[in-house]
Nanobody, 123 residues
Protein backbone atom coordinates (compact mmCIF):
# COMPACT_ATOMS: atom_id res chain seq x y z
CA UNK A 1 0.00 0.00 0.00
CA UNK A 2 1.26 3.47 -0.84
CA UNK A 3 -0.21 6.93 -0.43
CA UNK A 4 0.64 9.73 -2.82
CA UNK A 5 0.44 13.45 -2.18
CA UNK A 6 1.03 15.96 -4.98
CA UNK A 7 2.14 19.55 -4.51
CA UNK A 8 3.51 22.44 -6.51
CA UNK A 9 0.58 23.33 -8.71
CA UNK A 10 -0.56 26.88 -9.25
CA UNK A 11 -1.43 29.66 -11.64
CA UNK A 12 1.31 30.69 -14.05
CA UNK A 13 1.65 32.51 -17.33
CA UNK A 14 2.47 30.94 -20.67
CA UNK A 15 6.20 30.38 -20.96
CA UNK A 16 6.72 30.00 -17.22
CA UNK A 17 8.06 26.95 -15.43
CA UNK A 18 6.64 24.90 -12.60
CA UNK A 19 7.81 21.86 -10.70
CA UNK A 20 5.37 19.36 -9.30
CA UNK A 21 6.29 16.98 -6.50
CA UNK A 22 4.70 13.73 -5.44
CA UNK A 23 5.58 12.41 -2.02
CA UNK A 24 4.95 8.74 -1.41
CA UNK A 25 4.47 6.98 1.87
CA UNK A 26 4.97 3.31 2.39
CA UNK A 27 7.72 0.86 1.81
CA UNK A 28 9.59 -0.10 -1.31
CA UNK A 29 9.04 3.16 -3.17
CA UNK A 30 12.06 2.37 -5.29
CA UNK A 31 10.20 -0.64 -6.70
CA UNK A 32 7.26 1.37 -7.99
CA UNK A 33 6.91 2.61 -11.51
CA UNK A 34 5.65 6.17 -11.27
CA UNK A 35 3.56 8.23 -13.63
CA UNK A 36 2.10 11.70 -14.05
CA UNK A 37 -1.28 12.11 -15.68
CA UNK A 38 -3.44 15.15 -16.24
CA UNK A 39 -7.06 15.88 -16.85
CA UNK A 40 -8.36 19.06 -18.43
CA UNK A 41 -11.98 20.16 -17.99
CA UNK A 42 -14.26 18.10 -20.20
CA UNK A 43 -11.47 15.79 -21.30
CA UNK A 44 -10.29 12.35 -20.34
CA UNK A 45 -7.31 11.78 -18.13
CA UNK A 46 -4.16 11.48 -20.21
CA UNK A 47 -0.64 10.26 -19.70
CA UNK A 48 2.01 12.95 -19.32
CA UNK A 49 5.21 11.24 -18.22
CA UNK A 50 6.36 8.09 -16.50
CA UNK A 51 9.50 6.75 -14.95
CA UNK A 52 10.34 3.14 -14.26
CA UNK A 53 11.71 1.97 -10.97
CA UNK A 54 14.91 1.30 -12.88
CA UNK A 55 15.43 5.03 -13.36
CA UNK A 56 16.37 6.79 -15.60
CA UNK A 57 14.12 4.89 -18.01
CA UNK A 58 11.32 7.36 -18.77
CA UNK A 59 8.56 8.05 -21.26
CA UNK A 60 6.77 11.23 -22.29
CA UNK A 61 3.62 12.11 -24.13
CA UNK A 62 4.33 13.83 -27.44
CA UNK A 63 2.83 17.23 -26.42
CA UNK A 64 5.30 17.56 -23.52
CA UNK A 65 8.46 16.07 -25.02
CA UNK A 66 11.34 18.46 -24.74
CA UNK A 67 9.50 20.65 -22.21
CA UNK A 68 8.78 18.35 -19.26
CA UNK A 69 11.20 16.19 -17.30
CA UNK A 70 10.27 13.48 -14.84
CA UNK A 71 12.69 12.39 -12.16
CA UNK A 72 12.67 10.54 -8.87
CA UNK A 73 14.58 10.60 -5.63
CA UNK A 74 14.15 7.22 -4.00
CA UNK A 75 15.91 8.39 -0.84
CA UNK A 76 13.15 10.98 -0.40
CA UNK A 77 10.31 8.80 -1.73
CA UNK A 78 9.50 11.58 -4.16
CA UNK A 79 8.92 11.91 -7.87
CA UNK A 80 9.09 15.25 -9.66
CA UNK A 81 7.75 16.75 -12.84
CA UNK A 82 9.70 19.74 -14.07
CA UNK A 83 7.54 21.67 -16.53
CA UNK A 84 9.11 24.34 -18.72
CA UNK A 85 7.69 26.57 -21.45
CA UNK A 86 4.19 26.00 -20.18
CA UNK A 87 1.27 26.51 -22.54
CA UNK A 88 -2.42 27.13 -21.89
CA UNK A 89 -3.06 23.60 -23.20
CA UNK A 90 -1.10 22.28 -20.23
CA UNK A 91 -3.87 23.44 -17.91
CA UNK A 92 -5.49 20.71 -15.88
CA UNK A 93 -5.39 18.66 -12.72
CA UNK A 94 -2.14 16.73 -12.51
CA UNK A 95 -2.18 13.34 -10.83
CA UNK A 96 0.65 11.22 -9.57
CA UNK A 97 0.25 7.46 -9.87
CA UNK A 98 2.17 4.36 -8.87
CA UNK A 99 2.22 0.74 -9.90
CA UNK A 100 4.18 -2.35 -9.01
CA UNK A 101 3.03 -4.33 -12.03
CA UNK A 102 4.60 -2.99 -15.17
CA UNK A 103 5.70 0.32 -16.60
CA UNK A 104 2.91 1.69 -18.77
CA UNK A 105 1.45 4.83 -20.30
CA UNK A 106 -2.02 3.41 -19.67
CA UNK A 107 -3.76 4.72 -16.57
CA UNK A 108 -5.41 1.32 -16.03
CA UNK A 109 -2.01 -0.12 -15.12
CA UNK A 110 -1.63 2.13 -12.08
CA UNK A 111 -2.88 0.93 -8.72
CA UNK A 112 -2.39 4.01 -6.58
CA UNK A 113 -3.35 7.62 -7.23
CA UNK A 114 -2.92 10.95 -5.53
CA UNK A 115 -5.66 13.55 -5.15
CA UNK A 116 -4.22 15.80 -7.82
CA UNK A 117 -2.88 19.32 -7.99
CA UNK A 118 -4.27 22.07 -10.21
CA UNK A 119 -2.08 23.69 -12.84
CA UNK A 120 -3.49 26.68 -14.67
CA UNK A 121 -1.56 28.37 -17.46
CA UNK A 122 -2.86 31.72 -18.61
CA UNK A 123 -2.15 33.12 -22.05
Amino acid sequence: QVQLVESGGGLVQAGDSLTLSCAASGRSFSRYHMGWFRQAPGKEREFVAGIAWTSPAAAYADPVKGRFTISRDNAKNTVYLQMNSLKPDDTGVYYCAATTTYFSVNSNAYEYWGQGTQVTVSS
